[in-house]
Structure formats: C-alpha cells, structure tokens
C-alpha cells in the first residue's frame, strides 16, 4: 500500500510539474479548417483562427503562411483574401490569395499575436450551394 500511495503521490507532482507545459501553445502554430459552405455568389464566406489565450498577448507576429484551395462549383471569379484583426484596432487584410494557394506574408509582422484572423472566400458564377472539397491552413509565427 506504501508504495502505490508513494507512485501515485509522484505521479502527482510530476503532473503539477508538467501541466502548464500541456497548455502551451508551440510556436510556430498551425492550424487547419474545412473551407466554410457557400450558399450565395457575392456574399463573404469566412474560417475563423486564433492563436491560443495562453500565449502572451506580448508576443508579436513574425509570419504568416497559408495553404488554400479553390471551390469546383465553376465560379468565374473566387475572391480570396487574409484578414487580421487585432484584440484593440482595426482590421488589415491582404486580397488576391487566388493568385497564391500557397504563400507567406510579412505585412502583419510586429502586431500582436493574440488577434484574430480570418480567411474569406467571395465567389461569383457558378452553382450554389458550394461545398469545399478541401481545407484552409494557416500558421502564425511568432517572437
């Protein structure tokens, strides 16, 4: 009995050693979304992403990477752009990913890493509704 209450007492201070090691968010971070469903041309579609409230509001941006896809409804125009928004502040958002499925800016470098950012699609032509067949990723990295 003495030694599963001396395993389970170690057991326990290693956890409280390591928890706040559990939480911490990996720099740099990555997430991954299905594209959001479009049900009408020339309306603003949007994936959400944030960076985890464990990470020091402190901590600014240093790059931002995506990998996009493009929808297969024959739309004659899809209209993708990368928005961030700042805890305090206006929102900044880079147009044109269309011309990039894959690429990395640094126009958001030195902002708060603790903001919100977006990818949206505004599609016109074709059919609806538009059902992504795949996944939007973006990482944030930061210092």
């Known amino acids: 009995m003495k030694a599963r209450n001396t395993l389970v007492s170690g057991f326990l201070f290693l956890s409280a050693l ?4 559990a939480v911490a968010q990996a720099n740099p971070w990555t997430q ?3 594209a959001p469903n479009v049900y009408v041309a020339g309306a603003d579609n949007s994936n959400f992403f944030s960076v985890s409230s464990s990470v020091s509001s402190s901590k600014t941006i240093t790059k931002v ?16 752009k990368l928005c961030y928004k700042p805890l305090i502040g ?3 958002c880079r147009t044109n990913l269309a011309a990039s499925l894959s690429g990395s800016t640094s ?13 949206t699609y505004n599609l016109m032509g074709g059919t609806y509704p538009a059902y992504p067949s795949f996944s939007n990723t973006l990482t944030v990295g930061w210092r």
């Open 18 to 21: 390591y928890a706040p090691l």
């Open 32 to 34: 991954t979304q299905v």
């Open 65 to 80: 990477s995506w990998n996009i896809g493009l929808y297969s409804n024959g739309a004659t125009n899809q209209n993708i």
């Open 90 to 92: 206006s929102e900044t």
């Open 107 to 119: 126009m958001f470098n030195g902002l708060s890493v603790r903001g919100t950012f977006r990818i």
